[in-house]
T-cell receptor
Framework: AQSVTQPDIHITVSEGASLELRCNYS??????LFWYVQSPGQGLQLLLK??????LVQGIKGFEAEFKRSQSSFNLRKPSVHWSDAAEYFC?????????????FGTGTSLTVIP | NAGVTQTPKFQVLKTGQSMTLQCAQD?????MSWYRQDPGMGLRLIHY???????DQGEVPNGYNVSRSTTEDFPLRLLSAAPSQTSVYFC?????????????FGPGTRLTVT
């Protein structure tokens, strides 16, 4: 069955430091993977997505993610974190066609940025 | 272009009451879905629709009902509210059921059942 694991419930980083949020997925076929960000009291906004091709994908707000099939991972990175990056981050994988290609989300990682 | 809109933003219900959460999109998207978000649980799919007149159950459908009479609207009905349905509800849409498409989310409805 398809699923997503985000091992880190909460991460704290200093402003200007680098960031890596972990995501592991379980899916039998080629995965379609997504990272979303949720600011407090807001809906979810897409940061980036991976379907195929180059395993390093660039997103908005300076984020990037690397797909590693051998590790079933799709970790999100940012070289230098800004205070405005404080938010909750969700990784998601698309399910198979017999589920309507629904999305399966991880439990999220909450990011705190220290000035 | 308003995107995905949800009403109300906040709602308090008593146990046993019924209500409808409204969701509308103006992007002519075929696929719409409802999620609930609970602490430590991420987002879980309640119901989804791949087009007008077609709906199906997601991971946690019990206690909820949906219909899709138009492309634009996808209301979620709570038949008899229970405290376990206290949650934040998100509606989402995307152009089609293909997984190539990202989902667009509404701002959410925060529901409390007492």
């Amino acid at each position: 069955a398809q699923s997503v694991t985000q091992p880190d419930i909460h991460i704290t980083v200093s402003e200007g430091a680098s960031l890596e949020l972990r995501c592991n997925y379980s899916y039998g076929a080629t995965p379609y993977l997504f990272w979303y960000v949720q600011s407090p009291g807001q809906g979810l906004q897409l940061l980036l997505k991976y379907f195929s091709g180059d395993t390093l994908v660039q997103g908005i707000k300076g984020f990037e993610a690397e797909f590693k099939r051998s590790q079933s991972s799709f970790n999100l990175r940012k070289p230098s974190v800004h205070w405005s990056d404080a938010a909750e981050y969700f990784c998601a994988v698309r399910g198979p066609s017999n589920t309507g290609n629904q999305f399966y989300f991880g439990t999220g990682t909450s990011l705190t940025v220290i000035p | 272009n308003a995107g995905v809109t949800q009403t109300p933003k906040f709602q308090v219900l008593k146990t046993g009451q019924s209500m409808t959460l409204q969701c509308a999109q103006d992007m002519n998207h075929e696929y719409m879905s409802w999620y609930r978000q609970d602490p430590g649980m991420g987002l879980r799919l309640i119901h989804y629709s791949v087009g007008a007149g077609i709906t199906d159950q997601g991971e946690v459908p019990n206690g909820y009902n949906v219909s899709r009479s138009t492309t634009e609207d996808f209301p979620l009905r709570l038949l008899s509210a229970a405290p376990s349905q206290t949650s934040v509800y998100f509606c989402a849409s995307r152009p089609g059921s293909s997984g190539y498409y990202e989902q667009y989310f509404g701002p959410g409805t925060r529901l409390t059942v007492t």
